[in-house]
């Protein structure tokens, strides 16, 4: 049975940082690419980033880019999300999200999340 399980999040003002872990189970995940979304209330959810499975190459959403970074370490089953200089405008609710084929492929299964608040 799959499971992903997210930690890490918190509260913080602007400029701070968090680390988000999460922690996954139930399958291999060196064979996976792995993502990161966001979906705030009234809001279409979106891709935060992603890695690959092969090369760990990496992918992310404009608005992050030079701010957060996704790891994996697939020793400990464990994939990462650093997210640095933190806005207002990153608080809502971060999954962590298996990904079928690739980068930009199906999304197969889903945490149930870790809440970031950024606040003034």
């Known amino acids: 049975q799959v499971q992903l399980v997210e930690s890490g999040g918190g509260s913080v003002q602007p400029g701070g940082s968090l680390r988000l872990s999460c922690a996954t189970s139930?399958?291999?995940?060196?064979?996976?690419?792995m993502a990161w979304f966001r979906q705030a209330p009234g809001k279409a959810r979106e891709e935060v980033s992603c890695?690959?499975?092969?090369?760990?190459?990496?992918e992310y959403e404009d608005s992050v880019k030079g701010r957060f970074t996704i790891s994996r370490d697939n020793t400990k089953n464990m994939v990462y999300l650093q997210m640095n200089n933190l806005k207002p405008e990153d608080t809502t609710v971060y999954y962590c999200?298996?990904?079928?084929?690739?980068?930009?492929?199906?999304?197969?299964?889903w945490g149930r999340g870790t809440q970031v608040t950024v606040f003034s």
């Open positions: 999200v298996k990904v079928l084929g690739g980068c930009g492929g199906q999304l197969e299964n």
């Open positions: 139930g399958f291999a995940l060196e064979y996976y690419a």
């Open positions: 890695i690959a499975s092969i090369d760990d190459s990496t």
